[in-house]
């Protein structure tokens, strides 16, 4: 299992050497944009509106929009040496609380947490703790230069860690639209939709539900495969500018001219 994050987890003076290891997955079924026309793939590049040239990663500032095209930029090495202080504090379980006590709406995404070598019996320490106290860690962590709010607790016999949004990242109910008033109800609905929920009522079994669109579109896909309903795309170089173009040209008619004693030129292909 790939580790995306290495460090360590304390409570108190608990040290807890850990790996990251990402816990879930998207199953989503990637399709690939083609021209129409010749079924090659299409493909995206930065540039610079003002300029109207593609611009090279190592040419890519990043900014702040505090107004309208009005922007404060931040050069690596400032978000570097901020990243880099706030490294060392970046895992502390700051507060021990209930699960149910965090609405669902807070969590973001999920990892394995694995003991690194040294780290075993530290790391079983704290999943027997939060088993017997019923509890569960909330920490900060730094990821991806973003410092996070998360939450560790015990899965089956691992410690996971969920990140989770901070207060003002959740909107606020009262932005919903079109919120319905409090009205009263009928109360033969009301019975009867309890009882609905009554016979639909079970124990939760993950391996019960399917996401049956993607299987329905992989058989499709499998489908057309068998049935050699697919397409090679036909990849040409053409040339993007003048240059590109004269070089062709000249490069033609040193291919038509009779062989000589003269040293030809080797055209430098250029990446379209």
């Known amino acids: 299992m790939h580790t995306v994050w290495k460090g360590s987890i304390s409570f108190g003076l608990v040290n807890i050497p850990v790996k990251l290891h990402t ?9 690939r944009q083609l021209h129409k026309e010749c079924h090659t793939p299409i493909s995206y590049k930065k ?4 300029c109207n040239q593609e611009v090279k990663d190592e040419d890519i500032v990043k900014a702040y929009e505090y107004a309208k095209n009005k922007f404060v930029v931040l050069d690596q090495e400032e978000l570097e ?7 060392d504090k970046a895992v502390e379980i700051i507060d021990f609380v209930k699960l149910t006590e965090i609405d669902p709406i807070y969590f973001e995404r999920t990892y394995f ?6 780290g075993s019996k530290a790391y079983s320490l704290l999943r027997q703790t939060l088993e017997q106290s019923g509890k569960i860690g909330v920490a900060k962590i730094i990821i991806r230069s973003k410092e996070q709010l998360a939450i560790v607790r015990v899965y089956q016999n691992a410690l996971v860690m969920e990140t989770i949004h901070y207060p003002d990242e959740v909107r606020s109910v009262s932005d919903v639209p079109n919120l319905p008033s409090e009205q009263n109800v009928v109360p033969k609905e009301l019975e009867t939709a309890l009882m609905l929920v009554d016979q639909l009522t079970t124990e939760f079994n993950p391996e019960k539900y399917t996401d049956d669109y993607r299987n329905t579109l992989m058989e499709l896909i499998e489908e057309k495969k068998a049935t050699n309903t697919i397409s090679t795309s036909d990849k040409r170089t053409v040339p993007d500018n003048v240059t590109d173009l004269m070089t062709a040209l000249q490069a033609s008619l040193e291919k038509t001219k009779k062989p000589t004693t003269r040293k030809r030129t080797t055209r430098t292909k250029k990446n379209a």
Not at 81 to 87: D, G, H, I, P, S
Not at 113 to 118: A, F, M, Q, V
Request: aromatic residues 0%.
């Open 23 to 31: 816990a879930t997955e998207n199953k989503d079924i990637k399709l």
């Open 47 to 50: 540039v610079c509106e003002g």
């Open 81 to 87: 040496n901020l990243r880099k202080e706030n490294e």
């Open 113 to 118: 947490l694995s003991p690194d070598t040294t």
